[in-house]
Nanobody
Framework: VQLQASGGGLVQAGGSLRVSCVASGRTFSTYDMGWFRQAPGKEREFVAVINWSGGTTYYADIVKGRFTISRDDDKYTVHLQMNSLKSEDTAVYYC??????????????????????WGQGTLVTVSS
């Protein structure tokens, strides 16, 4: 699976932005999809994940209530809608894909090493 992220840019604090990730191949609907981000000098951190059916989502506490992850399997795309952006949301945002495993718990999805495929990242800059 190849992933291509897009939609990053410069936005003022309090504003909104939607980043998207398009996957190659018709197997997209069989993958759980996650978003991570990495700020300069920091480790990559979990943002959100949506399961293969779209029926289950999970968010990092720091974005809960502000960000929404969704997927459109017809377009092989996963979106991350970001509202009420803060300067601390500035980072490169990465999408990632993983085959679901019955034994994966929430903590597994928060670890980058769980994921099988990664996109190239898209930069989101929030000005204060």
């Amino acid at each position: 699976v190849q992933l291509q992220a897009s939609g990053g840019g410069l936005v003022q604090a309090g504003g909104s932005l939607r980043v998207s990730c398009v996957a190659s191949g018709r197997t997209f609907s069989t993958y759980d999809m996650g978003w991570f981000r990495q700020a300069p000098g920091k480790e990559r951190e979990f943002v959100a994940v949506i399961n293969w059916s779209g029926g289950t989502t999970y968010y990092a506490d720091i974005v809960k209530g502000r960000f929404t992850i969704s997927r459109d399997d017809d377009k092989y795309t996963v979106h991350l809608q970001m509202n009420s952006l803060k300067s601390e949301d500035t980072a490169v945002y990465y999408c990632a894909a993983v085959r679901p495993r019955s034994y994966y718990g929430v903590s597994a999805y928060q670890r980058p090493e769980t994921y099988d495929y990664w996109g190239q990242g898209t930069l989101v800059t929030v000005s204060s």
